[in-house]
T-cell receptor, first 113, second 112 residues
Framework: DAKTTQPPSMDCAEGRAANLPCNHS???????VYWYRQIHSQGPQYIIH???NNETNEMASLIITEDRKSSTLILPHATLRDTAVYYC??????????????FGKGTSLLVTP | KAGVTQTPRYLIKTRGQQVTLSCSPI?????VSWYQQTPGQGLQFLFE???????NKGNFPGRFSGRQFSNSRSEMNVSTLELGDSALYLC???????????FGPGTRLTVT
């Protein structure tokens, strides 16, 4: 799996967009970018994933650069409940050897009033 | 549709004992993975089961084992507990096996 680099922490004001970056310069052509988050003491929550096109769902948007070496998770209107650790994971979608996720250290996002 | 459930939610054991944790995946999901989370090591992959077969295993000693039943429910067992096994144990399921996994709330194990 390609290595990812995320800032250790970020702050965001409530109601503003939170833009969480992730670098994955060694990503392979068949690897997807996945985002998860973990609110304190809860299980991680799957947010979104994408290959090369931008993706949007009810939770967030994922913007992947054209060269696929970096991506940004966007929470359009951050709320206090979005305070969590956000993990960017690069992984193949289909694998004969299973689906172990390497969570790394993630970005701790603090949304402030 | 009900989410991933794990039982028990909290457990206290003493060193040397063994423990069994249970995970019920989302209905229809055939892949179940287990992870250990500690403050020092973060989230670490333990193993994954698909159609009752262990497909992948993380770097944990043989004291950690698991199994999956025909209804996709899974159990993990830790024998000869050590203080360092105190952790949050998380179970995740996915439809056919994939990287979009859905996690349960975890079982908080404390070893004294």
């Amino acid at each position: 799996d390609a290595k990812t680099t995320q800032p250790p922490s970020m702050d965001c004001a409530e109601g503003r967009a939170a833009n969480l970056p992730c670098n994955h310069s060694t990503i392979s052509g068949n690897e997807y970018v996945y985002w998860y988050r973990q609110i304190h003491s809860q299980g991680p929550q799957y947010i979104i994933h994408g290959l090369k096109n931008n993706e949007t769902n009810e939770m967030a948007s994922l913007i992947i650069t054209e060269d696929r070496k970096s991506s940004t998770l966007i929470l359009p209107h951050a709320t206090l409940r979005d305070t969590a650790v956000y993990y960017c994971i690069v992984r193949v979608a289909v694998s004969n050897s299973g689906y172990a996720l390497n969570f790394g250290k993630g970005t701790s996002l603090l949304v402030t009033p | 549709k009900a989410g991933v459930t794990q039982t028990p939610r909290y457990l206290i054991k003493t060193r040397g004992q063994q423990v069994t944790l249970s995970c019920s995946p989302i209905s229809g999901h055939r892949s179940v993975s287990w992870y250990q989370q500690t403050p020092g090591q973060g989230l670490q992959f333990l193993f994954e089961y698909f159609s009752e077969t262990q497909r992948n295993k993380g770097n944990f000693p043989g004291r950690f084992s698991g199994r999956q039943f025909s209804n996709s429910r899974s159990e993990m067992n830790v024998s000869t507990l050590e203080l360092g096994d105190s952790a949050l144990y998380l179970c995740a399921s996915s439809l056919l096996g994939g990287s979009a996994q859905y996690f349960g709330p975890g079982t908080r194990l404390t070893v004294t």
